[in-house]
């Protein structure tokens, strides 16, 4: 743990938490969070704040919000006990399957949500950033079945790496610009959207994709992935009799790991563990594990961990796995991991594959990579703890990922 984080009073900010005192009227989750954006960005920010504030938690938003989930991305998602594995790694494994939702993930639920909202509070078009494409095939597809006009920003480097899905995107009515600024990838993106959003910010909404940037998206994209919490603790109580002994999701900007993770914090009995991508080892450069290497600072309009060099540059990251690969993480995965709630550890891309290749095997279940990172975490957990019970948040699916698996898995076994 960095220095700061150990200044900080553990108990006290986790019964603030649990308290429901997060985000406080700053924005900030503890020490963590707030709005670190240009003058010109606050008028939009606040009028989002007010708009979230008015409609979210209202009956008709969430009527209409349920509605969706039920009707077109398929929920409730099933969960799904995963014998064979339980019986390869000793304890009971059950997977909360988000690769059953619609367009193959779980960032169709904040997709969505978002989407209404912004249709709410009077937005006539969407902007939104993506990375690997998953978030911007989410945002087309919820913006093609509200009727709101959708254009998406990506790298130019990730276009490339990612063709099927700028097709896709394209197929859906989005407009797919390419960003040949900075790094060419997701953080270029996030960039270029927020210019967007300054730019027009009465008439434009800008979808984020993560439980990050400033507030009040954290909360806000909490608030919307907190049903597949909700839905697994039920579940797990229907199917066992009682919650599991472990959570455990990956964490890249923190989206499915907060929203499988919310409704499990006040249970005190139930061990939490966010899985990041441990990459090609703990060297500079070479993971995207923000919480178990990183230091704190600002990234895109939020205060949180961060992984930096010693003049405050923004590292380079590495993952096998383009949706973990983000040098950043939500401000309440930083304050959850400082109040020492929620356990961060890494995972290798090596490994995460292995998880990959026993669970499609084990279950006829393919994995996203993303996934497969928090597969791997409960069988670690596993071999220590024989006979408990694991809820693992199964965050998407593997089909987006045939290409690398081509290259790396395939490739090794010569096939
Ligand atoms: C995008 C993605 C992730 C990582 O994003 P979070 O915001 O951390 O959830 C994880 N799994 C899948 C399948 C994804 O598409």
């Not at 006290?12 to 963590?32: E, M, Q, T, V, Y």
């Not at 989407?115 to 690997?132: D, H, M, Q, S, Y």
Request: glycine share 12%.
């Amino acid at each position: 743990m960095t220095a700061f984080a150990s200044g900080l009073d553990g108990p006290r900010l986790l019964a603030d938490s649990i308290a429901g005192k997060f985000p406080d009227s700053h924005g900030r989750f503890g020490p963590f969070g707030g709005r670190y954006v240009p003058e010109t960005l606050i008028p939009a920010l606040e009028r989002l704040e007010h708009g979230v504030r008015e409609h979210l938690h209202a009956r008709d938003f969430q009527a209409a919000f349920t509605r969706e989930l039920k009707t077109w991305v398929g929920r409730p998602t099933a969960l799904t006990f995963a014998g064979r594995l339980s019986e390869r790694w000793g304890a009971k494994v059950y997977l909360k399957r988000e690769d059953l939702a619609h367009t193959g993930a779980h960032k169709i639920n904040n997709a969505i949500g978002q989407a209404l909202l912004a249709k709410r509070i009077g937005a006539k078009r969407i902007v939104a950033e993506t990375g690997a494409g998953q978030h911007g095939v989410a945002s087309a597809a919820a913006c093609a079945r509200l009727g709101l006009p959708c254009t998406v920003y990506m790298g130019a480097v990730d276009m490339e790496r990612q063709a099927p899905n700028v097709g896709r995107m394209r197929l859906l009515g989005a407009e797919v610009v390419p960003v040949t600024t900075g790094d060419r990838t997701l953080r270029a993106a996030i960039d270029e959207s927020l210019r967007a959003w300054v730019s027009d910010p009465l008439d434009t909404y800008y979808l984020i994709g993560s439980a990050v940037g400033p507030h009040p998206y954290p909360y806000l994209v909490r608030e919307l992935q907190a049903v597949i919490g909700r839905e697994a603790r039920a579940q797990m109580i229907e199917a066992t009799g009682a919650l599991p002994d472990a959570v455990m999701a990956c964490v890249g900007g923190g989206s499915n790991s907060i929203g499988a993770f919310h409704a499990f914090v006040p249970d005190a009995a139930v061990e939490i563990i966010g899985i990041e991508a441990g990459g090609r080892g703990a060297g500079l450069g070479d993971n995207s594990a923000t919480l178990s290497f990183g230091r704190p600072g600002v990234l895109h309009g939020s205060f949180s961990m961060l992984l930096q060099d010693e003049d405050g540059q923004i590292q380079e990251t590495h993952s096998v796995s383009a949706g973990l690969d983000y040098p950043g993480v939500g401000p309440e995965h930083s304050l959850l991991h400082a109040a020492g709630r929620v356990e961060y550890q890494a995972v290798t891309d090596a490994e995460a594959l292995d998880a990959l290749k026993a669970c499609s095997e084990s279950e006829g279940i393919l994995p996203a990579i993303e996934s497969s990172h928090a597969l791997f975490g409960a069988s670690r957990w596993a071999a220590a703890n024989k006979g408990r019970t694991i809820l693992v948040c199964l965050s998407g699916r593997g089909d987006k990922d045939m290409p690398t698996l081509q290259s790396t898995l395939l490739a090794a076994e010569g096939k």
